[in-house]
């Protein structure tokens, strides 16, 4: 395994984080894409990727994280985001619409277990997927 | 005084000169005396006309051997002979004065002939009998005779038989008196062997007999002599000849003398012919045949010395020419060179001993032809071979054939590769004759030529083919194979791009030289890349390449030095098996050597104790790792190279390439003992305009991001900007990488620039353009117009290239 980027993963209450350490690129994509879900066990269904120690994330990266939300939600499982404001890949999501897909908070302690409002119906995530086709 | 002494010392010599000269002219004249005493008393004529005047013959001889100075003692001897037998002393004087000047003008005559007094050549007979006998003897004769007449000694009539008898006498004289005296006076020869002695004395009574029979009968035998003269001379020439001349002469003379025998009847003149013609055959008789005899036996101790020497000579260049031989066939077998001689009419080839041997016989074991000689040669060479001889024959005159390598198998299936040259000689019309030539066998050259070819290769493998460009790292890097040994050798240096951006750079050394020592070191720097891939520590991977030298064991004794820089923090770490220390250089000058690390070489010992040194590599400070050769040489110890190499770094780094190459003009000169490596390092400042070249795998992007972000850290533009530029760089990157090249390898060239506030970055590649497809197809480029003011994308068909521009503040 590359030293490009290591996972890190926590059953915090409800929710089970997965913490993203170093970058992810071309390179080790799908590398991190399989160490992401096989960190998550089965019957968790609160599921955090915390990217604060993400130092960059390029568009397989973001590529990585729709597909994972999309697997999840056909399971019925919750996957939100955590991208703090001053980071640097959060330009990148953003531009991706990233934030229309996933729930994404700059912080841990922002994020609910209970759905919230408009974020509650799997389609709706991805109707807004498809209406916005990577700018 | 001292005058006077010269004088009377010049005139004491001139007078004892004087006195000698007339003591042996006196000599002469008593002789002279004596003889003619005898020969008067065989008077035939008056008192005084004999047929014998020895004193003539002892006269010129006389003149010959002591000069013509002895004149007087001559002529005061011939005029105290005459005197009492003449009327009066006026005719003694006459007289006297022919008999002087008759052997005188004979000896100015003979010497003027240039006579040997040897009378070893047929002219030097010829000479006496003609002119010393026969013509000056006219003088005395007509001189004496003439007065006998004037003075009415003998009555007018008589004049012819006086003129004869007294010519006849003197001319014997000379013929029969002068040729024994100077036969006498012969070069004394080696004691004479006793059958030779014999043989002398039976001639001589032989002769002695016959001569006495002969004269005392009445039968006219005298040319019975005339054998035993010629025995004498033939086996005893002038020495036996002369003698025996005198004894026949002196006898019949005396025959004729006494009237008896031959000489009984007739009148004076008849005996007097008779006997002078005797003695003149005899004179005449002996002298020829001594003088051809010896002159025959000169030629042939001539030729036989000539023969003798041209023996020598023979012998000497035939030890000389085997000798040659001999040295030229030891040549042939040191030099594995044979050659060989094929007439061609014959078809008879023949071979060197050496020919013999490079095609595994024994030297001239067997006749060789043409068939014979290249019947070992493989197929496909011999058709050549035939081709090149018919073509040379075709061209029908002299000529070189084109030198030709060709292979042989032997009896035994070994194969050996020859070198032939050959030259055809053609006779009229073009006609073949002859074609000689060499053959090398350079079986072993080509043997020795493809090893060394291979460890040539295998080393050239060793190094890398050049170092790689790192941005903000400057390389440089030297390879000094030794002069002395053409072997290559077993040092070598690596530099390694880590995935995480670190540049590992290695140097190591293993003990020995060619083949082998070449492919454990091609085995270690490759093993040590691997590690260096997998380890992030360099004691680690100095400890994997320990326990790799322990596994495969090797003999060589292997030392080396690996180091990990990162460009980013300047921070080296560090391990040392048994290497001479790094040395690092700060950019004032001031060097120190990383001496701490420092752990056994490689492979030496079971346990491993490698562990990492830490140093700072700040920016303008410089890193040398090298190998001993550069520090080591004859007649100067380690410590003083490397307080030298210490020196040199004084002198300043700040072009690396110049620094190399002065330390090594510097430390090494021209007569390099042993291999050096040299491998310098230090960080750099990026250049305004960067300029990237990698090879387009998804494993270098990480190296190029640390290098873009560096870039723009440099260029001070704001992490605002920067993040953005870094994503859009990285994205056009990827799809470089993810699309350009398909499943083939490909480059990506990067270039970033900073001008009028702007960052422009072009991202170039040299494949295929594909349109993005999907959902996520354009996801990237989509980001990077997110990002960037401007983003152009111009596909061509050689490659696309990929434009961006964003404004920033710096």
Redesign the interface.
């Given at each position: 395994m590359?030293?490009?980027a290591r996972v890190r993963s926590e059953q915090q209450g409800p929710l089970f984080v997965v913490c993203v350490e170093g970058?992810v690129?071309?390179?080790n994509a799908l590398e991190m894409a399989s160490a992401i879900e096989g960190a998550m066990p089965d019957d968790a269904t609160e599921l955090v990727v915390d990217l604060t120690d993400t130092a960059?994330l390029?568009?397989?990266g973001?590529?990585l994280l729709?597909r994972l939300a999309e697997r999840l939600r056909h399971r019925r499982r919750r996957l939100q985001l955590v991208v703090p404001a001053g980071s640097?890949i959060r330009?990148?999501l953003e531009?991706?619409g990233i934030p229309q897909i996933v729930p994404m908070a700059t912080r841990l302690e922002e994020l609910r277990p209970e759905a919230e409002p408009g974020w509650s119906s799997p389609g709706s995530g991805a109707s807004v997927g498809r209406e916005e086709?990577?700018? | 005084m001292q005058a006077t002494a010269e004088e009377s010392r010049s005139a004491g010599t001139t007078a004892s000169r004087l006195l000698r000269r007339a003591g042996t002219a006196l000599l002469v004249a008593a002789a002279y005396y004596l003889t003619a005493r005898l020969g008067l008393r065989l008077a035939l004529v008056a008192e005084n006309v004999t047929p014998v005047w020895p004193a003539t013959g002892i006269a010129l001889v006389a003149f010959l051997v002591l000069g013509r100075t002895v004149w007087p003692g001559v002529a005061l001897a011939a005029f105290l002979v005459n005197l009492p037998i003449s009327t009066d002393a006026l005719a003694a004087g006459a007289t006297a004065v022919g008999n002087t000047l008759a052997p005188l003008v004979a000896a100015i005559l003979l010497q003027r002939a240039g006579l040997r007094r040897e009378i070893d050549r047929l002219r030097d007979a010829v000479a006496i009998v003609f002119l010393g006998a026969l013509a000056s003897m006219l003088i005395s004769a007509t001189i004496g005779a003439g007065t006998l007449v004037l003075s009415d000694a003998v009555p007018a009539r008589e004049f012819p038989a006086a003129w004869a008898v007294w010519w006849a006498g003197d001319a014997m004289g000379v013929l029969v008196v002068a040729p024994f005296l100077l036969s006498l006076l012969l070069p004394r020869e080696r004691p004479a062997s006793w059958p030779r002695r014999i043989e002398a004395s039976v001639l001589f009574g032989a002769l002695i007999a016959v001569s006495f029979a002969a004269a005392s009968t009445g039968l006219g035998i005298l040319f019975l002599v005339l054998p035993f003269l010629g025995w004498a001379a033939w086996r005893f020439q002038l020495r036996g000849a002369a003698p025996a001349a005198l004894l026949a002469a002196g006898i019949a003379s005396w025959a004729a003398a006494d009237r008896v025998g031959p000489f009984e009847h007739g009148t004076l003149l008849d005996r007097m012919l008779t006997l002078q013609a005797f003695n003149a055959t005899v004179a005449f008789s002996s002298l020829f045949f001594a003088a051809v005899v010896t002159d025959r036996m000169r030629a042939r101790r001539a030729l036989e010395r000539a023969a003798a020497e041209l023996e020598d000579r023979v012998r000497l260049r035939t030890s000389e020419l085997s000798a040659a031989h001999e040295q030229l066939a030891e040549a042939q077998h040191v030099a594995h060179v044979g050659s060989w001689e094929w007439l061609i009419p014959e078809n008879r080839v023949s071979w060197s001993d050496e020919m013999y041997r490079i095609h595994g016989y024994r030297p001239q074991e067997f006749p060789v032809t043409f068939e014979k000689a290249i019947e070992l040669v493989v197929d496909e060479d011999m058709a050549r071979i035939r081709r090149n001889v018919e073509a040379a024959f075709d061209r029908g005159r002299d000529q070189d054939l084109p030198g030709n390598e060709y292979r042989i198998v032997l009896a035994d299936g070994s194969e050996r590769v020859l070198l032939g040259k050959a030259r055809l000689q053609v006779g009229p019309g073009g006609k073949p004759l002859r074609m000689v030539g060499t053959v090398h066998d350079t079986t072993e050259e080509k043997q020795a030529e493809r090893e060394h070819r291979i460890a040539e290769t295998l080393q050239r493998s060793l190094l890398p083919d050049r170092l790689p460009e790192i941005p903000g790292v400057a390389l440089s890097a030297r390879y000094v194979p030794a002069t002395t040994d053409m072997e290559v050798g077993g040092d070598w240096y690596d530099v390694v791009q880590l995935p995480n951006g670190h540049v590992g750079l290695a140097i190591g050394d293993v003990a020995g030289h060619g083949l082998r020592a070449a492919s454990t070191m091609g085995q270690l720097r490759m093993s040590l890349r691997a590690y260096a891939l997998e380890e992030d520590s360099p004691a680690a991977v100095v400890r994997r390449v320990h326990g790799l030298v322990n596994r495969l064991h090797l003999p060589e004794i292997v030392t080396l030095v690996y180091v990990v820089f990162d460009p980013d923090s300047g921070a080296i770490r560090f391990a040392n098996a048994g290497h001479p220390p790094p040395l690092l250089i700060a950019p004032n000058g001031e060097a120190r050597y990383l001496e701490d690390a420092l752990a056994p070489p490689v492979g030496a010992v079971i346990e491993e104790h490698y562990v990492d040194g830490t140093a700072n590599l700040a920016s303008g400070s410089t890193l040398v790792l090298f190998t001993d050769g550069l520090v080591e040489r004859r007649g100067i110890s380690i410590a003083e190279g490397l307080a030298r190499l210490v020196d040199e770094a004084a002198n300043g780094t700040n072009d690396l390439e110049a620094f190399c190459d002065r330390v090594l003009a510097s430390l090494v000169g021209n007569q390099v003992a042993d291999d050096i490596a040299l491998l310098a390092v230090r960080p750099v400042p990026l250049t305004v305009a960067l300029h990237l070249r990698v090879a387009a795998e998804p494993h270098v992007l990480a190296s190029l991001r640390r290098t873009i972000r560096r870039w723009l850290r440099e260029m001070n533009v704001e992490p605002e900007s920067a993040n953005d530029t870094l994503i859009a760089c990285g994205e056009a990157l990827a799809n470089v990488i993810q699309h350009a090249y398909g499943a083939g390898d490909g480059a990506i060239e990067l270039d970033l620039t900073l001008a009028d506030g702007s960052v422009d970055v072009t991202v170039r590649d040299h494949g295929r353009w594909r349109p993005p497809s999907g959902a996520e197809g354009g996801r990237g480029l989509d980001l990077a117009r997110g990002l960037m003011d401007r983003v152009e994308v111009d596909p061509g068909p050689h490659g696309t290239v990929v434009r961006m521009r964003r404004r920033v503040r710096a």
């Open positions: 590359s030293d490009l970058e690129d071309l390179s960059y390029d568009s397989s973001v590529g729709v640097p330009v990148a531009l991706c086709p990577g700018r | -």
